[in-house]
DNA sequence: TAATAAATGTCGTTT
DNA sequence: AAACGACGTTTATTA
């Protein structure tokens, strides 16, 4: 017997709906619920939401959202990992997500439903994040002017004590250069980080140390400190990067984004 | 005429699926598909999705979400505040979503629907969050020996240089306390947090000044930081705060958690 | 397993 | 508008 791989009902009555969402889950399924429900929550902190008209989604890898018709982020949710049960007391249906090891528990009481839909999605496909960190350091290590001329890196991710510095290598006079980077524009804590390292090194090493940070900008109450640190920024965006590491970009940034 | 207030379309045409989506659009519904598509978005990094099964949501707050069948977070998103756009090309879908201000596009490219639903929700709900860092210090305020015997706090939030302090008073031999709270267990940060405060408050002040660190927890790591300062450290769990507060919990958590 | 840093973080609040 | 810190942050990485 074939079962229906989709399965979509509209306004399904209570009893319909708790079939299909409990075959879903032991088929582990993808399920999308629509209806009016009330939302309780505890764990690390403990939330209620009131009765109010929602999307809910749950996944077979057992994580959950419950998003309001409003905002990026879901109200409510369970990562993945969680266990889903379903119940129905008092002409209401529950749902119930709980992480046992964590202790977090979510309950989605539904009064009524505009739909219930449940998908065996195939998605194997690949994601590719470009211009990350990662990659910032990688054009740096391939195009090391980007940071200034005569730059000659030698390392990549040294450890030291406070934990791991992005570039390392020496500047036209032989001076060593420490490159702390960030993707975004940073503050104090990286200019903090930065100096955290070249400490490190000032302790070690007889000849001048130089503190660089590498990012696509300062934030102006870090210019302050950057200065009376003795460290300097150089301006570099990610988007800068991935140009020089020529990634796959076929269609051209600015066409994209005409 | 009235128009329909919520729409459900199983496996829809092409056709049909841009004027839903293009109608859902226009009123400021919210708008739920489920459907074949790859995903591009270029803003503060970029990426690409290939082809594969997925459920996404745009709401009228002009919010947007790409989920796949697996995961917690979106694989690609836009925050409130961007704007749609529809198009056909080559019979593909093409949703456009965009914030110019940030220069981010993303751009989903359907090729088959399972679902197309357009929904009127409604929830103006209130959202109650519990046991929050804030929730801890009331409880503190309300219960002063939750710290120790003989505390005496008489402030909440004093402002000083670096920031905030949550809760200061003296003790029963008459010492300053500078208290810092976390609700979860906190790690070296936080220890650098309460230095600055209680730092900041040693220049001013003659009598001795104590710092204590309130929280659930405290990291192995920042355990010998907290000693070297001379900072204590003071366990407390935002629940056991709940329950001072008598927070509305009709039920008991622990027939919550069952 | 625990700690640490990154994130297209997002979100609120304050300057 | 910019900056700063909190978040049920989540997630990945590394010790």
Redesign the interface.
């Known amino acids: 017997m074939n079962v229906k791989t ?1 399965l ?1 009902l ?1 306004n399904p009555s209570l009893g319909e709906a708790f079939n299909a969402i409990k075959n879903g889950f032991s088929e582990r399924k ?1 399920i ?1 619920i ?1 209806g009016e429900c ?1 939302v ?1 929550y ?1 764990g ?12 809910i ?1 749950l ?3 057992g ?1 959950a ?1 419950v ?6 982020a879901p ?1 409510n ?4 990992g969680a266990l889903f049960r379903i119940r129905i007391k008092d002409n209401f249906l529950i749902v119930r997500v709980f992480r046992k090891k964590e ?1 977090e ?1 979510l ?1 989605v009481k539904f009064n009524h439903f ?2 219930v ?1 449940i ?1 065996n ?12 960190e990662k990659d910032m350091q990688r054009a740096i290590m391939e195009k090391p002017s980007l940071i200034e001329e005569g730059f000659r890196p030698f390392s990549i991710e040294r450890s030291v004590d406070p934990g791991f510095i992005d570039v390392i290598g020496r500047d036209s006079q032989n001076n060593l250069i420490i490159i702390e980077i960030k ?2 524009i940073s503050g104090r804590d990286a200019v903090l980080q930065l100096q955290k390292y070249v400490n490190e090194f000032k302790k070690d090493s007889s000849s001048r140390v130089r503190g660089i940070l590498v990012a696509p900008g300062l934030a102006k109450g870090a210019q302050k400190l950057l200065a009376s640190l003795g460290l300097e920024f150089k301006a570099l965006s ?2 800068n990067c ?1 140009f020089v590491l020529k ?1 796959r ?1 076929n269609k051209k ?1 600015t066409d ?2 005409k």
Chains 1, 2 share one sequence.
Do not use: C, M
């Not at 949710?77 to 993945?80: F, S, T």
């Open positions: 989709n979509v509209e993808s999308l629509v009330d309780d505890i690390r902190a403990s939330s209620r939401l009131e009765s109010g008209e929602r999307i989604i996944k077979p890898d994580s959202l998003h309001r018709p409003r905002d990026y109200v949710w369970q990562p993945p202790n528990v309950e505009f739909l839909a998908f999605l195939k998605d194997t496909a690949e994601f590719y994040l470009h211009a990350t993707r975004n990610p988007e991935s990634k970009d940034i994209f984004l």
